[in-house]
C-alpha cells in the first residue's frame, strides 16, 4: 500500500522521472491506494497526485499517458473536489489547445487566467500564466 507519505514523495518528484516510469509508479499508486482513497486526507493526496500525474504527461505531450489519467481523474472527482475540477478542467483545455493549436482555446485559456483574478486567486492565476507561456507552444 502507499502511504500518505509515499504519494507526497512522489507526487512532488514528478520532474525527476522518465515518463514511462512516472506512469508505471502512477498506476501502481492508484493501485495500491484502493483501500486508502476512503481515507480524506489520502484520497486528496492521491486525487492531487494524479492531477499532477495527468499536467505532467500534458507537458511532455504523452496525450496516450494522459488520457489514462483523465479517466482516472473523471472516477475519482466528486463534487467536493472543486477545485481539483476547475484545475483539472483547465488543463484539460490547455491539452487541446496543445493538440490542436487552436486560436479559440488560446483564448479561452487566458479567460480563464482573468477570471481567476477576478476571484481573487491571484496565486493561481500566475501559476496558469506560466504555464500557458512556458508550455502553450
Not at 124 to 137: D, I
Request: proline fraction near 1%; charge should be negative; hydrophobic fraction near 45%.
Amino acid at each position: 500500500q502507499w502511504t500518505e507519505f509515499e504519494v507526497s514523495i512522489f507526487s512532488t518528484c514528478l520532474e525527476g522521472l522518465q515518463i514511462g516510469d512516472a506512469f508505471a509508479l502512477g498506476c501502481e499508486m492508484l493501485e495500491r491506494s484502493k483501500f486508502y482513497i476512503n481515507l480524506p486526507y489520502n484520497a486528496i493526496l492521491i486525487k492531487n497526485a494524479t492531477l499532477n500525474l495527468f499536467v505532467y504527461m500534458v507537458i511532455r505531450e504523452n496525450y496516450a499517458y494522459a488520457r489514462y489519467f483523465e479517466i482516472e481523474l473523471n472516477r475519482l472527482l466528486s463534487d467536493l473536489d472543486m477545485e481539483l475540477k476547475i484545475s483539472f478542467h483547465i488543463f484539460k483545455t490547455l491539452a487541446s489547445y496543445k493538440q490542436e493549436k487552436s486560436p479559440e482555446l488560446l483564448v479561452k485559456l487566458r479567460g480563464y487566467v482573468q477570471v481567476l483574478k477576478d476571484f481573487e486567486c491571484g496565486a493561481w492565476a500566475e501559476r496558469l500564466a506560466m504555464f500557458l507561456e512556458r508550455y502553450g507552444n
